[in-house]
């Protein structure tokens, strides 16, 4: 019984732990966050085209 509330105590320490340092850590930047769909929008949109012409193949590439 006491190794299950020493198991209990550490997992409980845990989330805290995670949800007061690194959350917030994490969301430091958070006026800046979706900065990267210049990327990725224009890539999945071209995937989509390409699976809907082509069907399941690999997208081939020329230089």
Do not use: C, E
Request: hydrophobic content about 45%.
């Amino acid at each position: 019984m006491k190794n299950r509330y020493l198991i209990t105590t550490l997992i409980i320490l845990n989330i805290l732990t995670i949800g007061f340092f690194i959350v917030p850590y994490l969301n430091a930047t958070y006026p800046a966050v979706g900065h990267d769909y210049a990327y990725f929008m224009p890539r999945l949109v071209d995937t989509h085209l390409h699976y809907k012409v082509n069907g399941l193949s690999i997208q081939w590439y020329t230089p």
